[in-house]
């Protein structure tokens, strides 16, 4: 993991001031419309500092219950707290403060194709009000690591499906966040690059990041060793060394 890694005085204060969950869903419940329920009864808590895949076949909720984190979609019912805060009891205004908190990865990536491959991965530290000198080395740096060096000014549409998911995952990361969300972020890559994006992952959460990632690759899962929540049709069914709720 490039050098920008190191956290800020400010973060590592933060950090220490809290040991409340980053994310507690208590008995929660999520639909769309008027459809049957997509997530039931869902409680788990992800403590700060930790680190948890979710698994489950397509379609058992997995993206959903992701939605409800990083304030997509709001519960049905029970409780989503975020950072301590009860999602549903924040104003709408305040929520992009809290949203700011969380890097995501999307499943279907969502890079701006009209901005090249290092403003798409600057455009998080530009909206926070760095100035490029400050940050130039580490966007390079970090494409670099990613293997999309030689991409710098290349646009979205014109990358492969891997390389499209470096990109959102450089993007992702960036500005270290306090809660890294991660859906199937090594759906489009070799084995030997998913192993590359689970390193990088690892070693964000090392230096304070509490990670949750939504995969499908078994491998990938089981050569991490780490904790395991697995949702089947919408329901928790199994949590590996899990935190219980
Ligand atoms: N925007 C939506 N509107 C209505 N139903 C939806 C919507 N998004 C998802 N669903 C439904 O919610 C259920 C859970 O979908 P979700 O995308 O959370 O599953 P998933 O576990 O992420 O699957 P996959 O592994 O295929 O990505 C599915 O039955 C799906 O059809
Ligand atoms: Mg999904």
Redesign the pocket.
């Known amino acids: 993991m490039p050098r920008k890694a190191a956290p800020s005085a400010s973060q590592a204060a933060r950090k220490a001031a809290t040991t409340e969950p980053v994310v507690r869903f208590e008995t929660v419940g999520m639909r769309?419309?008027r459809?049957p329920e997509?997530l039931k009864d869902v409680r788990f808590t992800l403590s700060p500092g930790s680190f948890h895949f979710l698994t489950?076949?397509?379609?058992?909720?997995?993206?959903?219950?992701?939605?409800l984190i990083y304030l997509a979609a709001q519960p049905s019912r029970g409780r989503v707290e975020l950072f301590g805060h009860d999602v549903q009891a924040v104003p709408r205004q305040d929520q992009p403060f809290l949203r700011r908190r969380i890097g995501v990865v999307f499943?279907e990536f969502r890079l701006l194709d009209h901005l090249t491959a290092f403003d798409n991965v600057a455009l998080p530290l530009r909206v926070a009000g760095q100035k490029p000198a400050a940050y130039r080395e580490d966007v390079r740096e970090l494409l670099s690591w990613v293997g999309l060096g030689q991409k710098l000014n290349a646009m979205p549409p014109a990358l492969s499906g891997g390389e499209k998911q470096r990109l959102a995952i450089a993007r992702a990361v960036v500005n270290r966040p306090e809660l890294l969300i991660a859906?199937?972020p090594t759906g489009n890559v070799d084995h030997e690059m998913a192993l590359r994006i689970l390193k990088l992952f690892i070693e964000l959460n090392r230096l304070g990041t509490t990670v949750l990632i939504?995969s499908?690759d078994r491998e990938l899962v089981e050569a991490s060793g780490m904790p395991v929540l697995k949702?089947n049709e919408?329901k928790l069914t199994r949590q590996r060394g899990a935190d219980a709720a």
Do not use: I, W
């Open positions: 769309y419309g459809a997509v489950g076949p397509s379609g058992a909720g997995k993206s959903s219950l992701l939605k499943q859906d199937e939504a499908h949702l919408g």
